[in-house]
Structures are given as C-alpha cells and as structure tokens.
C-alpha cells in the first residue's frame, strides 16, 4: 500500500539516551518532513529535506537531527533525549514539483523521554 | 509568515453544514491557502487548497473573498466522523517548509 510508514508506533526512553525515528515513503515524492505534536497543540517542523542528500531546519530543530541519504527514507535522530522531547512525531512527504503544500503525513510515533 | 486566527472550537450536529472560517490579514500577495484536517491519533490529511474566489472538491468548498483576509472551509452535511481538528495554512505554493500548523479548530458533530 503506497503511503508513508514510521517506526516504531510508541518508544519509552530514558534520558540521555540515543534515538532514531524511522519514516520510509514509497511515493517517490522529493521533499520529506518531520513534525513533532505536543498535547492540544499544532505541528511544529523540525526539519525537513528538499530532495535527497539535502536537509534544513525547521522551527524547532534543536536537539534533532536528520538525513537523507535517498529518496524513500527520512531518519531523526535524537542524540540525548531529554523529557522536552517527549512527543508524537509525525513524517510526511510532498511533491514540491506538483504540490508542495500538499503533504502525505505518516501514522505517527508517540515518544515518551523519562 | 501570515498569522491565521480561527475559532478554537466548535459545533454542530449530523446533516448540518459547517462552516469554519480563517482570518490572515497580513495573507501576501503569493500566499495559497490551505486546510487540514487531523483524527485523534493520526496525522493531519489534506483537504484543500485555494488562491482566490472558489475552489471546490469531493469533501469540502474553500470560498476566499476578494481581499482574501479571510476564508470559509465549508463542509457540506456533516457525519458524525468529520468530528476531527481542522487547520487552516497561508504558505507560498513552492515552499512547502513553511506550513505553520496553528491550533486549528475542534469540530463536534453531535448526533
């Protein structure tokens, strides 16, 4: 099914620890997201890639960072969770060709720091 | 960046229309419009998206008036599963990291 996929669904982690979210697309699309989404509040970008072997900040980058090393997959690293980051993290992918501000946005990993 | 404003909440009941509208003042000339809408525990899914005047799709109408300070997501005869947060977006069509998700609009559609 073609779509967005994240992994895992749920992380529990201690403090400190190192960190990677999973987000893979199989819609070819060229520019990749990452969102994060705190209790009763909108999505805030974290970083975001244009097209494969490039990445940029988004609003709240610190603390994270990301790669893009082909098309289909979006790696965000966490290097030293703090509690700050627990969070649901959501992916997503455009055609920024097409439509940009048309985004696919993945099911979400919810992430809890202790 | 336009700032939007929109109603925190409302709601409605089932076969009712809906309407929930948006304000960007500041909205620049090359700015698009854009809505969203987000289930409990899912991502946000597109729904549309417009310049000016009417656009219209297989799930709602976006009516932008001349000045576009304003928009209108229309979502005609509601069920009870268009109970979902709705966010409204002002971005450039071709800089799509720009999307600012504010806290949108919590939609109830009672029975």
């Known amino acids: 099914i073609a779509g967005i996929t994240q992994a895992p669904t749920s992380q529990i982690l201690a403090a400190g620890r190192r960190m990677t979210l999973r987000c893979t697309q199989d819609?070819?699309?060229?520019?990749m997201y990452w969102y994060r989404q705190d209790l009763g509040l909108g999505l805030r970008l974290i970083h975001y890639s244009n097209t494969a072997g490039t990445t940029g900040k988004g609003e709240v980058p610190d603390g994270y960072s990301v790669s893009r090393a082909n098309t289909d997959d979006f790696p965000l690293t966490l290097a030293s969770a703090v509690p700050s980051q627990t969070s649901v993290y959501f992916c997503?992918?455009?055609?920024?060709?097409?439509?940009?501000?048309?985004?696919?946005f993945g099911p979400g990993t919810r992430l809890t720091v202790l | 960046l336009a700032k939007t404003t929109q109603p925190i909440s409302m709601d409605s009941y089932e076969g009712q229309e809906v309407n929930i509208t948006c304000s960007h003042n500041?909205?620049?000339?090359?700015?698009?419009i854009t809505w969203y809408q987000q289930f409990p525990s899912q991502g946000p899914r597109f729904i549309i998206q417009g310049y000016k005047t009417k656009v219209t799709n297989e799930v709602a109408s976006l009516f932008i008036p001349a000045d576009r300070k304003s928009s209108t997501l229309s979502l005609p005869r509601v069920s009870l599963s268009d109970t979902a947060v709705y966010y409204c977006l002002v971005s450039k069509k071709t800089v799509a990291q720009k999307l600012v998700f504010g806290q949108g609009t919590r939609l109830t559609i009672n029975p």
């Open positions: 500041n909205i620049a000339t090359n700015d698009y």
């Open positions: 997503a992918s455009s055609d920024s060709s097409l439509a940009p501000n048309e985004q696919f």
């Open positions: 819609m070819r699309h060229n520019a």
